[in-house]
Protein backbone atom coordinates (compact mmCIF):
# COMPACT_ATOMS: atom_id res chain seq x y z
CA UNK A 1 0.00 0.00 0.00
CA UNK A 2 3.06 2.29 0.91
CA UNK A 3 4.03 1.99 -2.83
CA UNK A 4 1.14 3.13 -4.16
CA UNK A 5 0.32 6.22 -1.85
CA UNK A 6 4.30 7.28 -3.26
CA UNK A 7 2.73 6.75 -6.82
CA UNK A 8 -0.55 8.79 -5.94
CA UNK A 9 1.70 11.65 -4.93
CA UNK A 10 4.62 11.00 -7.65
CA UNK A 11 1.91 11.38 -10.16
CA UNK A 12 0.36 15.05 -8.19
CA UNK A 13 3.40 16.28 -8.36
CA UNK A 14 4.50 15.30 -12.15
CA UNK A 15 1.65 15.42 -14.20
CA UNK A 16 -0.16 18.97 -14.25
CA UNK A 17 -2.96 18.19 -16.77
CA UNK A 18 -5.95 16.41 -14.86
CA UNK A 19 -6.69 13.96 -17.74
CA UNK A 20 -3.11 12.62 -18.23
CA UNK A 21 -2.98 12.26 -13.81
CA UNK A 22 -6.65 10.58 -13.92
CA UNK A 23 -5.45 8.41 -16.67
CA UNK A 24 -2.53 7.45 -14.78
CA UNK A 25 -3.95 6.89 -11.64
CA UNK A 26 -6.20 4.59 -12.77
CA UNK A 27 -3.13 2.39 -14.86
CA UNK A 28 -1.87 2.37 -10.80
CA UNK A 29 -5.18 1.44 -9.33
CA UNK A 30 -4.98 -1.36 -11.95
CA UNK A 31 -1.42 -2.27 -11.40
CA UNK A 32 -2.05 -2.67 -7.88
CA UNK A 33 -5.12 -4.57 -8.01
CA UNK A 34 -2.89 -7.29 -10.26
CA UNK A 35 -0.71 -7.29 -7.34
CA UNK A 36 1.88 -5.65 -9.95
CA UNK A 37 2.94 -3.28 -7.00
CA UNK A 38 3.39 -5.40 -4.26
CA UNK A 39 5.81 -7.21 -6.86
CA UNK A 40 7.45 -4.29 -7.41
CA UNK A 41 7.68 -4.11 -3.67
CA UNK A 42 9.34 -7.27 -3.13
CA UNK A 43 11.80 -6.89 -5.80
CA UNK A 44 13.21 -3.56 -3.99
CA UNK A 45 12.69 -5.33 -0.71
CA UNK A 46 15.09 -8.20 -2.41
CA UNK A 47 17.39 -5.93 -3.59
CA UNK A 48 18.17 -4.04 -0.56
CA UNK A 49 18.97 -7.30 1.21
CA UNK A 50 20.83 -8.37 -1.45
CA UNK A 51 22.54 -4.47 -1.26
CA UNK A 52 22.92 -5.29 2.77
CA UNK A 53 24.61 -9.06 2.41
CA UNK A 54 26.91 -7.10 0.25
CA UNK A 55 27.72 -4.45 2.31
CA UNK A 56 28.02 -7.06 4.94
CA UNK A 57 30.90 -9.12 3.52
CA UNK A 58 32.80 -5.65 2.52
CA UNK A 59 32.84 -4.68 6.29
CA UNK A 60 34.07 -8.13 7.42
CA UNK A 61 37.47 -7.98 8.29
CA UNK A 62 37.84 -11.27 6.76
CA UNK A 63 39.40 -12.00 3.45
CA UNK A 64 37.91 -14.80 2.43
CA UNK A 65 34.36 -13.34 3.32
CA UNK A 66 34.99 -10.80 1.26
CA UNK A 67 36.00 -12.92 -1.84
CA UNK A 68 34.17 -15.90 -1.17
CA UNK A 69 31.50 -15.50 -3.71
CA UNK A 70 33.87 -13.97 -5.86
CA UNK A 71 35.95 -16.95 -6.36
CA UNK A 72 32.57 -19.41 -6.63
CA UNK A 73 31.91 -17.69 -9.92
CA UNK A 74 35.33 -17.56 -10.91
CA UNK A 75 35.79 -21.44 -10.08
CA UNK A 76 32.60 -22.52 -11.54
CA UNK A 77 33.00 -20.82 -14.86
CA UNK A 78 36.66 -22.30 -15.06
CA UNK A 79 35.70 -25.85 -14.67
CA UNK A 80 32.37 -25.38 -16.73
CA UNK A 81 34.85 -24.34 -19.47
CA UNK A 82 37.09 -27.01 -19.21
CA UNK A 83 34.33 -29.34 -19.92
CA UNK A 84 33.70 -27.17 -22.95
CA UNK A 85 37.17 -27.04 -23.54
CA UNK A 86 37.41 -31.16 -23.42
CA UNK A 87 34.14 -31.53 -25.26
CA UNK A 88 36.44 -30.19 -28.15
CA UNK A 89 38.55 -32.58 -27.95
CA UNK A 90 35.98 -35.79 -27.46
CA UNK A 91 36.51 -35.88 -23.58
CA UNK A 92 33.45 -36.63 -22.15
CA UNK A 93 32.29 -36.04 -18.71
CA UNK A 94 29.11 -37.39 -16.94
CA UNK A 95 26.34 -35.40 -18.23
CA UNK A 96 24.55 -34.81 -14.57
CA UNK A 97 27.90 -33.40 -13.55
CA UNK A 98 27.91 -30.72 -16.22
CA UNK A 99 24.26 -29.90 -15.51
CA UNK A 100 24.64 -29.34 -11.89
CA UNK A 101 27.94 -26.81 -12.81
CA UNK A 102 25.40 -25.22 -15.30
CA UNK A 103 23.17 -24.77 -12.73
CA UNK A 104 25.50 -23.61 -9.69
CA UNK A 105 26.68 -21.17 -12.20
CA UNK A 106 23.37 -19.64 -13.37
CA UNK A 107 22.61 -19.49 -9.35
CA UNK A 108 25.53 -17.43 -8.60
CA UNK A 109 25.20 -15.83 -11.87
CA UNK A 110 21.90 -14.39 -10.62
CA UNK A 111 23.11 -12.93 -7.44
CA UNK A 112 25.19 -10.82 -9.03
CA UNK A 113 23.25 -9.80 -12.02
CA UNK A 114 19.99 -9.37 -11.07
CA UNK A 115 17.95 -12.92 -10.77
CA UNK A 116 14.68 -10.89 -11.72
CA UNK A 117 15.78 -9.20 -14.73
CA UNK A 118 14.75 -12.27 -17.33
CA UNK A 119 11.43 -12.59 -15.82
CA UNK A 120 10.56 -9.21 -15.84
CA UNK A 121 11.66 -8.99 -19.73
CA UNK A 122 9.40 -12.04 -20.17
CA UNK A 123 5.93 -10.66 -18.25
CA UNK A 124 6.62 -7.39 -20.49
CA UNK A 125 6.99 -9.77 -23.31
CA UNK A 126 3.92 -11.70 -22.37
CA UNK A 127 1.29 -8.71 -21.64
CA UNK A 128 2.49 -6.94 -24.92
CA UNK A 129 1.68 -10.26 -27.10
CA UNK A 130 -1.55 -10.45 -24.50
CA UNK A 131 -3.07 -6.73 -25.59
CA UNK A 132 -2.37 -7.47 -29.33
Request: charge should be neutral; glycine fraction near 6%.
Amino acid sequence: MALFDVGMKVLDKFIPDPEAKAKAQKELLQMQQEGKLAELNADNIEAQELTKRQQADMASDSWLSKNIRPMTLVFILLVYTTFGIGSAFNINVHQPYVELLGQWGMLIMSFYFGGRTLEKIMDMKRSKDESK
